[in-house]
């Protein structure tokens, strides 16, 4: 069992290429280890994790139960029912060593350019540790990668510290400062009470107020800890019962937002218990649906906004000074550090910039005229033998990325060897069944709360149109990618051997391949 990443030089070839380490590179390794498939996963940072090893910020830690946020091929064995970033990043190194992967890894690497040769019918990928080929290139990027920051006149003439929530800056002396910080997401929230705590004064700026709820978070008890790694089945079905219980949620996301009325009032009590002051509370106070945006939760966030040392700052930001920040009303707050906690790019994702396909265009390029858009979130026309793991409208508003990753990664494991079985060099989804399926997931869109809440979000791109989430339940989401579905594909057969000629291409069949994959068994957790 191997815990050391890849050594040496880069192979000259590999079957499959995957690109990230985090949860779904990961779970992408370990199926393709255990159907014995020749694979390397690359990873600009220096370890597996992902997200959780980006983003270390004070307070980081999951909004959805330990127990679901975990591969259901390995259990956890967590502290607490809201797990914090420092476990889930151990979590996946425990994984990573366990499963003897960690050897096909090959770290501090990034992706520089993917090209899709058509006569060799395989992707011709540069990185920054040398080149190779791959038959199969498998995204495992994801859409939280990438910080996004703010578009502000002067942030880079700002003379204190200025970071990203995500590249937090540890060695920061952050106590007794004057603290600014931009943004009122999910990660915004749960820095704001970790530096109330220590700044001598905090500015926290806010463009749309976001509806949070309490956070029902628990240590477990030593005895319901040994319980759950000993007693046979216990993990399973607190697993279970939390995924079934988050599924209840789906019709107010996608069909019925006036039944999430509850949920409202849950959030409305919070700001009352947090926040005494009406003015504040009217500040906080979102003006559209619930569920419209992310909703978030904390136990803590009101309460931090209330304290002496802390102003919510609603006027727009017009500019930053070297010596602050400057809103629209003409006051200058002074600061002497700037935490910018304005999210990721989620609708223009930065890998889509390397990767070439078979018509010579990039992926982005496609992307910016047609909107970010895949077959079953997972496969791209004009992009044959590339998988995206959390690709477009793959995102959830209620329940675990980890369910949706692993439902792709079998859609994945069942396209190799669908591939294997039939001799099929490429395929690539037919642009008349990725069309369909994006019409038909646009009219569901259309119904759900993110369409229809009154606000914009983080979920739509720059034509307005949500391509991030999933508009119906995980069951249906995995259902959907049960079994690798071959006629929505054009395939094609092995390349001939004399395609080393500048004329040779391999034969091409559009829809016309008989399914040879097994039925499924039902949905679990």
Known sequence: ????????????????????????????AVRLDEDGRDFLVVDKGDSVGGTWRDNTYPGAACDVPSQLYSFSFAPGDWSRSFSPQPEIKAYLDRVAASSGVLDRFVFSTSLEH?????????????????????????????????????????????????????????????????IAVIGTGASAIQIVPQLQQVAGHLDVYQRTAPWVIPRHDRTYPGLERLALAKVPGLRRLYRTAIY???????????????????????????IRSGIADPELRRKVTPDFKIGCKRILISNTYYPALAADNAELVTDPIARITPTGIVT?????????????????????????????????????????????????????HGFPNLFQVVGPNTGLGHSSMVFVIESQVAYIRDALRVMAQNSYAAVEPRRDAQDEWNRRLHRRMSRTVWSTGGCASWYLDEHGRNTTLWPRSTVSFRLGLRTFDTRAY????????????????????????????????????
Not at 502 to 515: I, L, M, N, V, Y
């Open 244 to 270: 079934w219980g988050r599924e209840t949620y789906v019709p107010a996301f996608t069909m019925l937002p006036d039944i999430a009325k509850p949920a409202e009032l849950m959030a409305r009590a919070n």
């Open 328 to 380: 629209a009303d003409g006051t200058e707050r002074e600061i002497d550090v700037l935490v910018v906690a304005t999210g990721f790019h989620t609708t223009d994702q930065p890998i889509a910039h390397q990767i070439v396909g078979r018509e010579g265009r990039t992926l982005a390029g496609v992307w910016a005229e047609s909107g970010m858009q895949a077959y079953r979130g997972t496969t791209i």
């Open 1 to 28: 069992m191997s815990t050391q990443g890849f050594r040496g030089p880069l192979p000259a070839h590999v079957d499959v290429l995957v690109v990230g380490a985090g949860f779904a590179g990961l779970a992408t």
């Open 114 to 178: 993917a090209a899709w040769d058509e006569a060799h019918q395989r992707w011709d990928v540069t990185t920054s540790a040398g080149s190779l080929t791959a038959d199969v290139l498998v995204s495992g990027a994801g859409g939280l990668s990438e910080p996004k920051l703010p578009e502000i006149a002067g942030i880079e003439d700002f003379g204190g510290q200025v970071f990203h929530s995500a590249r937090w800056d540890h060695d920061a002396d952050l106590t007794g400062k004057r």
């Open 490 to 525: 054009t395939v094609t057969g092995p390349v001939p051997a004399t395609t080393a000629a500048p004329d040779a291409s391999p034969a091409r069949e559009t829809g016309t391949a008989t399914p040879t994959t097994p039925d499924r068994e039902v949905v679990t957790a």
